[in-house]
């Protein structure tokens, strides 16, 4: 056995060295930029988290304007679940800072994940490691190098063969905000291709609610402020009665969630290729409402005139 697992540890090991990254798609690389930012802005700040229905479908800028503060948009997959999106900001949080929680229904029924997302991303970005619980990192470094040997086998083989950039899906497509803005512009997915949202049960798992007491705790102890904020999601992908069971949950434990469902359900024709990717008017409307129902939270530090929009 140590005969047949001295060359196989060899392998791994200058795979993780000198290996091709686990995947040509770019895209969690775009992470690292948004930690410079995070790093960089004085506080008071905003900072948005979430999957990519806030990736897609916030515009950071027109934040900025209405709260008058600067803003990095944090989110980038929900895949990588509620407690690596608490991990990954709560070291950040300073005086008077606003936390937007933008979470897809994924993140309340599944909250910690584990997955190859987490490999994709310590893949390009070594340091996220320090996001992931300690007893995932040694299958997330096992999982890195192997990837980067079978990475390494394809191009010895040829299977990998295009070398060209995902029209959308790249590190290059976010702005400097956070925010993906290489679909802006692109026509939409047909419906026939549209990926509508899952539900899964329990709504609300009971794992959710620590890691979000232990985010508003770390809120508080910063004269912060968290809020909760509705995913714009599809007309045809669109449970109310899950939202109901989300609102109620959030109110119990003491935790604000703003607006209202019906302001972030949207047509079909509204999202690029999932229920939950707004394309460039939808992204203008839902932000703009988002301002909207911010401003009219009780305590918000916010310069924009507070009126309805359609």
Known sequence: MGLFALPVTAILLLA???GPNASRVDYVEGVIAKHKR????????????????ATFGIDSEL???????PAVNMSIHASLGFRFMVDEVKGSIGEGDLVIAA??????SHPAKDNDLHILLVDRWPEAIRFTPWYTRPRVIMGVMVMRAQGAWKIFTG????????????ASGFNERGDLVSHLGLPPWGPARQQSVGYSEPVIDDAFWPIAMELADSVRAHHAQLVFVWPVVANTSYRP?????????????GLTMVGSTEDYTMPD????????????????????RLVRDLCATK???CCAPKKDTP
């Open 16 to 18: 993780m060295s000198f």
């Open 38 to 53: 995070l790093d960089a802005l004085s506080s008071p700040k905003v900072m948005v988290i979430g999957g990519s229905n």
């Open 63 to 69: 934040l900025e304007t209405g709260l008058c503060k």
């Open 103 to 108: 979470l897809e229904h994924s993140s309340y």
């Open 159 to 170: 299977a990998w063969k295009d070398d060209s950039q995902h029209q959308v899906y790249r």
């Open 241 to 253: 009665q899950v939202c109901k069971v989300i609102e109620e949950g959030l109110v119990e434990h």
């Open 269 to 288: 024709s509204s999202f690029h290729d999932t229920h939950y990717h707004l394309r460039s008017a939808g992204r203008q409307l839902r932000t703009a």
């Open 299 to 301: 305590g918000m530090a």
